[in-house]
């Protein structure tokens, strides 16, 4: 059964605007929620990551929303650019675990 | 940029050929996966490993094998590739500096006729 519910899986946004990408769980041991970045041919590669003691983080352009008692945290892209168009998958983990579970993954593209 | 390599990047081969994936990274880490990635799919665990002389199956029944003799290496082989075996093999690693962070190669597709 899939434990990180991903959505949408895909998404067309205009250069400069606001790109948002919805996860949700159902596993309330998950305690680390990294978002991972994935360009066509390369490995996916960790983008930013969020603990659920806090309700968002932001680095640059990219910021996180958590909100524990809903189970879902989300992306938020501001000022997309062309350069942004990839594939993200969210993921979570119980912490100092082996087993990352990821989302299904949305893939973004930036129309310039 | 994370220093782990997989080989080949591209294999295309008939039914019942045995293969082997190659993994190798040069971080030191002790923690390494074996994810299979298929279109508007999340990303399957199917192997991990702890360290030396470790390795564990993960969620998705999985027919290759793996195995961790050296700590920069983690190969995975299937004795005789069939048809659903296609798909594209993600390795990666962790280390204690990074907890939760998963470094990943960029991948092998693998497409078996």
């Known amino acids: 059964q899939q434990q990180v519910k991903q959505s949408p899986q895909s998404l067309i946004v205009q250069k400069g605007g606001i790109s948002i990408i919805n996860c949700a769980y159902e596993?309330?041991?998950?305690?680390?929620f990294p978002w991972y970045q994935q360009f066509p041919g390369k490995g996916p590669a960790l983008l930013i990551a969020?603990?659920?003691?806090?309700s968002e983080k932001k680095e640059g352009r990219f910021t996180i929303s958590f909100n524990k008692s809903a189970k879902q945290f989300s992306l938020h892209i501001m000022d997309s650019q062309p350069g942004d168009s990839a594939t993200y998958f969210c993921a979570a983990r119980v912490y100092n675990n082996n087993d990352m579970r990821f989302g299904a993954g949305t893939r973004l593209t930036v129309k310039p | 940029e994370a220093d782990i390599y997989q080989t080949p990047r591209y294999l295309v081969i008939g039914t019942g050929k045995k293969i082997t994936l190659e993994c190798s990274q040069t971080?030191?880490?002790?923690?390494m996966y074996w994810y299979q990635q298929d279109p508007g799919m999340e990303l399957h665990l199917i192997h991990y490993s702890y360290g030396v002389n470790s390795t564990e199956k993960g969620d998705l029944s999985s027919e290759s094998t793996v195995s961790r003799i050296r700590t920069e290496h983690f190969p995975l082989t299937l004795e005789s590739a069939r048809p659903s075996h296609t798909s594209q093999y993600l390795c990666?690693?962790?280390?204690?500096?990074?907890?939760?962070?998963?470094?990943f190669g960029e991948g092998s597709r693998l497409t078996v006729l």
């Open positions: 969020i603990r659920p003691d806090v």
């Open positions: 990666a690693s962790s280390g204690r500096g990074h907890v939760g962070e998963l470094f």
């Open positions: 971080m030191g880490h002790d923690k």
């Open positions: 596993n309330t041991a998950f305690d680390y």
